[in-house]
Structure formats: structure tokens, C-alpha cells
Antibody
Framework: EVQLVESGGGLVQPGGSLRLSCAAS????????MNWVRQAPGKGLEWVAY????????AYADSVKGRFTISRDNGENSLSLQMNSLRAEDTAIYYC???????????????WGRGTLVTVSS | DIQMTQSPSSLSASVGDRVTITCRAS??????LNWYQQKPGRAPQLLIY???TLQSGVPSRFSGSGSETDYTLTISTLQPDDFATYYC?????????FGQGTMVEIK
């Protein structure tokens, strides 16, 4: 089955660090752009970070820029999100999502993982 | 950043009803507009991309339309499986912002 599976979430104190992983299976991971999207408890969706298929192009939401680092290992079919200097407002379910494009270049997220919960609290 | 505003924030409807959800962008996004469905405790799922193209496997009772700044998601005949929260998202520019969501509840 084509799928994405996140791991690495948990409880961390403010100012702490956590590394999330996303394992891809049953598709050619190296051909796809990837994203992290988060959802705070009871709230909507917020795009967090993007990485191109090669890993050369990266982008972040202003809310995490300078604190989070997205990376990928195409040989291992995995995506990561290193989260440093965590704050209470980073508490959320973190989803990895595959990026796809139409022939006209219109992008969308066509495959999502089930998410991993990050709780930042003392 | 492009702001996405959905209306209503929530609605109550009955099985068999026609439901319409609106999404407005703060500037033209030229049909770079996607719709996702999210059920409680589940990940979002893609319904429609490029404003009107149905994702494979999505029932034909779902449809999307719109242009420039104004877009609509329509469920022609609401089914029990459709009670969920719906999000629009623009992919015209980074950051790829989402609307705040529209919760469709059972009347």
C-alpha cells in the first residue's frame, strides 16, 4: 500500500528539541516534493515546511523559520523534521504530505500520513 | 501571504441536502485551489484540485468551481459519510495557506 508513516512525536519541555520522521513506502519517494503540515488541538491546518524532490530547495513558514529544519534521505525513503527551541504554540499533530502537480503546474497534497502528536509543556 | 477565508465556519445539514461551502482568497489565485476533507481523528484527504478536478476515487456528488478570488465546494446530495471538516488551500504562492475550515454537522 502506498503510504506515509510519521514517528518521533512525544512530550517535550519548552526550549527542548525533537526530531520527527516520515517513512514512505510503495512509491518512488525521490520523485516527489514533500511537506510538513501541522494542526494544533481543535484548530485548522498550517503548512510548516517544504522540500523539493532533490532536497536542494527548502521553504519554511515564518512561525518556524530558524528553529525547524526539514531534510530527506532518498536512499532511505524518509523525510525528517528537526525541531529546536520548541514553544507551547508548537503543540500539534504533525503530518507529512506528498506534493503532486498537474501538467499546468498546479500543486496539491495527494497523500498524507496519519500524523504524530508533539506536546510542548513543562 | 495570501489569506484564505471560508464561509460558513460551520453548518448543520440533513442527509440528502445540497451543501455549498465558499472560499475567498485575499488576491487572485487563478484556480490554484484545492479542497480537503478531514474526519475526526483522521488525516486530511484530497477531494478536489485545480479548483474543479475531482481526485481519483472521490464520489461525483462532490464538485468544485470558481475563479480569481472566489471558489465553491458543492456536495450535491449529502451522505452520512460526508459529515466532516472541509478545508480549502491555495497553491498559487508560498506559503500554501489553508482556510480555517468548515465543519459540516448533522442536523
Amino acid at each position: 500500500e502506498v503510504q506515509l508513516v510519521e514517528s518521533g512525536g512525544g512530550l517535550v519541555q519548552p526550549g527542548g528539541s525533537l526530531r520527527l520522521s516520515c517513512a514512505a513506502s510503495r512509491f518512488t519517494f525521490s520523485s516527489y516534493e514533500m511537506n510538513w503540515v501541522r494542526q494544533a488541538p481543535g484548530k485548522g491546518l498550517e503548512w510548516v515546511a517544504y522540500i523539493s524532490s532533490s532536497g536542494f530547495t527548502i521553504a519554511y513558514a515564518d512561525s518556524v523559520k530558524g528553529r525547524f529544519t526539514i531534510s530527506r534521505d532518498n536512499g532511505e525513503n524518509s523525510l525528517s523534521l528537526q525541531m529546536n527551541s520548541l514553544r507551547a504554540e508548537d503543540t500539534a499533530i504533525y503530518y507529512c504530505a506528498r506534493g503532486e502537480y498537474t501538467s499546468a503546474g498546479r500543486g496539491y497534497f495527494d497523500l498524507w500520513g496519519r500524523g504524530t502528536l508533539v506536546t510542548v509543556s513543562s | 501571504d495570501i489569506q484564505m477565508t471560508q464561509s460558513p465556519s460551520s453548518l448543520s445539514a440533513s442527509v440528502g441536502d445540497r451543501v455549498t461551502i465558499t472560499c475567498r482568497a485575499s488576491r487572485s489565485i487563478a484556480t490554484y485551489l484545492n479542497w480537503y476533507q478531514q474526519k475526526p481523528g483522521r488525516a486530511p484527504q484530497l477531494l478536489i484540485y485545480s479548483a474543479s478536478t475531482l481526485q481519483s476515487g472521490v464520489p461525483s456528488r462532490f464538485s468544485g468551481s470558481g475563479s480569481e478570488t472566489d471558489y465553491t465546494l458543492t456536495i450535491s446530495t449529502l451522505q452520512p459519510d460526508d459529515f466532516a471538516t472541509y478545508y480549502c488551500q491555495q497553491s498559487y504562492s508560498s506559503p500554501r495557506t489553508f482556510g480555517q475550515g468548515t465543519m459540516v454537522e448533522i442536523k
